[in-house]
């Protein structure tokens, strides 16, 4: 353990508070990701939780609380802003005010995640303050920054302070990006009422989505079963830490694909697709088991 971890310095008792922090704000947004960050080792379901706290803050300034305390658009853009150079300073310096930026940062620190990483996932966040539709160019890049990237941190978390033989390493990059893209697509066919309706945003610019045929739906589906198909491949390379909680991941996200495919595309903008909580046990259990997706 850092000194940065130690409950018996000042700072360490600031960092430790911090990344309790994330956890609670994980456990307030997100029971799933909350349920399957359990079934990793401690250590690294700490780390996973400062990642994803990030995201989340990021993420309601875009989407959520921050719009709903009045701001207007460009005051959401100057707190991203200043939400990235926060982090930014935080990751060099090793510390900051804000605690879910600081346990973010020690963890980026810990476990060699760079601004390569965070820069894209800023971009993304920011583009979705743009009310300009999207164009089929875009998609690649906002879905890179907003899902591939934490797909890649994560990985970072998993094998903190590990030296990998590049071709394993190779392996299990390619491995997170496409678990990353899986879960951002499947993501936006659940969300597309919401997206679309609500939020006026197409991740789908080639067509309409009042209009979606099964056709497209299908189509749609054949690319993310793809991605979860390569993701598949690089889990036994995995640490046994990490293994059971992104093969339960991954059996979700397979599972949610097995039922958009069973939904009728006119249906995607009146209900969420959803998995039921009896079943998700089934896939955490096993998972935990050793089961391959």
Same mark, same amino acid.
């Given at each position: 353990m850092s000194d940065r971890r130690r409950t018996n310095t000042t700072l360490g008792l600031y960092t430790s508070t911090a990344s309790d922090a994330s956890g609670t704000v994980i456990r307030r947004y997100s029971t799933s990701f909350g349920a399957?960050?359990?079934?990793?080792?401690?250590?690294?379901?700490?780390?996973i939780r400062d990642i994803y706290a990030l995201v989340r803050i990021a993420d309601e300034i875009v989407d &959520?609380?921050? #719009?709903? #305390?009045?701001? %207007?658009? *460009?005051?959401?853009?100057?707190?991203?802003?200043?939400?990235?150079?926060?982090?930014?300073?935080?990751?060099?310096?090793?510390?900051? #005010?804000?605690?879910?930026?600081?346990?973010?940062?020690?963890?980026?620190?810990?476990? &060699?995640i760079e601004p390569s990483l965070t820069r894209p996932f800023f971009a993304s966040m920011r583009r979705d303050l743009d009310d300009s539709p999207f164009t089929a160019e875009e998609i690649g890049p906002y879905i890179h920054g907003s899902a591939e990237v934490v797909g890649l941190m994560c990985l970072r978390a998993f094998f903190a302070g590990e030296t990998i033989e590049p071709a394993r390493r190779a392996a299990l990059d390619e491995g997170a990006i496409h678990?990353?893209?899986?879960?951002?697509?499947?993501?936006?066919?659940? *969300? %597309?009422?919401? *997206?679309?309706?609500?939020?006026?945003?197409?991740y789908f610019p080639w067509l309409d989505p009042t209009r979606m045929t099964d056709v497209e739906k299908h189509a749609i589906l054949d690319d993310i079963d793809a991605d979860l198909r390569i993701a598949a491949d690089s889990l036994p390379l995995l640490p046994r830490s990490a293994r059971p909680a992104v093969t339960a991941a991954h059996g979700l996200f397979r599972?949610?694909?097995?039922?958009?495919?069973?939904t009728p595309a006119a249906e995607l903008l009146t209900?969420?697709?959803?998995?039921? *909580?009896?079943?998700k046990l089934i896939i955490a259990a096993r998972s935990a088991l050793g089961g391959r997706p």
């Open positions: 399957a960050a359990r079934m990793l080792e401690p250590g690294i379901r700490r780390r &959520g609380a921050a #719009a709903e #305390a009045g701001l %207007a658009a *460009d005051e959401l853009l100057d707190i991203l802003d200043e939400l990235e150079r926060e982090t930014e300073t935080a990751m060099r310096r090793g510390y900051s #005010a804000n605690i879910v930026v600081h346990a973010f940062a020690v963890t980026a620190r810990e476990c &060699g678990l990353g893209a899986a879960f951002q697509k499947v993501n936006f066919l659940r *969300d %597309a009422a919401v *997206d679309y309706r609500t939020l006026g945003r197409n599972r949610l694909s097995t039922k958009l495919r069973k209900r969420r697709v959803r998995v039921p *909580d009896s079943e």
